[in-house]
């Protein structure tokens, strides 16, 4: 492995360390706007954190995926030439973003306020990585598993997702402000089925060399959650658009689809749980308590979700804390948790001393219970602004609001909990990156 990688790897899990620093700042920049403004108004501080949050995801994302692939493809000099350039030019165009947030420089969309010229690097960066990944993958004549489908499903629909997502640059597409809108919210929530192909696919990945048991991801079940997940990440975006005039079959299918998808994730990881046998538990317990810990925020998720995918409940809760909660619900407590526990793996990380370990796992519990009162403040706030809105039709913003700041304070202090927690655990693997020097992350096949 090059310390191309090594540098990429160090730079994806920086971006974790750089969203939660920013997630704080912005919310106290929400609570005490006067003595934020002048400086670090909200404004800039939100771009800089959910931007730094969907390339920490994305990036973590394709270093499992990258690291992992060498297992199933035979190394070709050219595709490592090639991703070299991806990783390269991906992490030089996510610091000219920061570059342009850091002096006001917007112009973009939603989640991706930067000017759009930057879309160019990016998208050239990802068609480097997509020929790097599919000639090796095309060249091998050994049976894919599923977890490689499942990335390379993943790779692709984010190529498509990603063209999508700047249709707007169209005339077209801006003439309407419905069409625009539309367009919008439906890429987006597509690209997250597409990034979850990836995620999912390193989560399954994790579970067969955990258990040394192949047939997870063989098994018939498991060829009917890839489905389920392809058609989510094709429809589910139907739960996005709520809003907008739509077909009523559209928002049907979508509502069963995303709600099934979760069911069918939960119960495959029940399924490795039960029978996996204690040793090998042991012998991973860090990276077995991080997909533990994503089994638990997919069954929080799917409550939430069912909840607010109800269209009469969406309206209410459409554009309160709740859409925050499911969105950082679903980010923090799903998708880092499991790249999260990809790091763990590729660092060799259960192989270190006992006392590291239990230093790691004081962390993991201190993250996973600032997350639950992170996530139950952020459902709070939005039941708050939506009673005070819709059932008792208050229309003074500051008066509607009194209450819900004093949930966001809370969440503020639970928002320390959580840059205590992953933040310390992620500093822990990135001095983890930087002994490893020479033997760069050299994949470890004793933990095997
Ligand atoms: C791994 C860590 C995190 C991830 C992946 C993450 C992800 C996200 C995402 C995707 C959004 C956009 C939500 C939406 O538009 O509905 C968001 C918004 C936000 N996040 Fe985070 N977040 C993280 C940690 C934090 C922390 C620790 C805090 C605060 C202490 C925080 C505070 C905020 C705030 C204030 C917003 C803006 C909400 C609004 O516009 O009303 N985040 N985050």
Request: hydrophobic share 50%; aromatic share 18%; proline share 3%.
């Amino acid at each position: 492995m090059n310390s191309v990688f090594r540098i990429y790897t160090f730079f994806a899990l920086t971006l974790l360390l750089v969203t939660l620093a920013f997630g704080l700042l912005a919310t106290w920049a929400f609570l005490y706007p006067e003595a934020y403004n002048r400086f670090l108004p909200f404004y800039q501080l939100r771009p800089f954190h959910v931007s730094a949050a969907l390339f920490w995801i994305i990036s973590g994302a394709v270093a499992g995926v990258w690291f992992y692939k060498k297992e199933e493809f035979p190394k070709i000099r050219v595709s490592e030439l090639l991703a070299n350039t991806f990783m390269i030019t991906w992490m030089l165009t996510i610091l000219s973003i920061f570059g342009c947030y850091a002096f006001k420089i917007f112009g973009g969309r939603e989640y991706w306020e930067f000017p759009p010229i930057l879309c160019l690097p990016l998208l050239t960066a990802w068609i480097l990585l997509m020929v790097a990944y599919y000639i090796p993958w095309y060249k091998s004549s050994r049976p894919k598993p599923l977890y490689v489908w499942m990335w390379s499903t993943g790779i692709f629909f984010f190529f498509i997702t990603f063209i999508e997502q700047n249709l707007w640059q169209i005339p077209w597409f801006r003439y309407s402000f419905l069409r625009e809108v539309t367009v919008q919210w439906k890429s987006n929530g597509s690209m997250v089925g597409a990034w979850n192909q990836m995620i999912y696919g390193t989560a399954l990945f994790l579970m067969v060399k955990i258990s040394g048991d192949a047939s997870i991801a063989k098994s018939p079940k498991a060829f009917f959650f890839y489905f389920l997940g392809l058609s989510n990440l094709m429809f589910n975006w139907g739960h996005h658009i709520y809003n907008v005039p739509t077909a009523q079959w559209i928002r049907d299918v979508a509502y069963i689809i995303s709600m099934t998808e979760f069911l069918f994730l939960i119960s495959i990881i029940q399924g490795f749980k039960s029978k996996l046998d204690e040793q090998r538990k042991f012998k991973h317990l860090i990276t077995y308590r991080f997909l533990i810990a994503a089994e638990f925020w997919v069954f929080m998720n799917l409550l939430l979700a069912l909840g607010m995918s109800i269209p009469a409940v969406n309206r209410y809760t459409h554009g309160t804390h709740i859409t925050v909660a499911h969105a950082m619900g679903t980010t923090i407590g799903i998708n880092t948790m499991i790249l999260l526990g990809s790091f763990t793996y590729m660092l060799g990380i259960d192989n270190k001393t006992e006392y590291s370990k239990r230093v790691i796992n004081v962390f993991y519990w201190i993250s996973q219970y600032s997350l639950g009162i992170f996530w139950v403040t952020l459902i709070v706030a939005g039941i708050i602004k939506g009673y005070r809105t819709t059932v008792l039709q208050m229309d003074n913003f500051n008066e509607i609001m009194k209450p819900v700041f004093q949930a966001i304070n809370i969440l503020s202090y639970a928002g320390i909990g959580l840059i205590i927690g992953l933040g310390t655990i992620s500093i822990i693997y990135l001095k983890e990156i930087i002994k490893k020097k020479q033997r760069i992350l050299e994949y470890n096949n004793n933990i095997n």
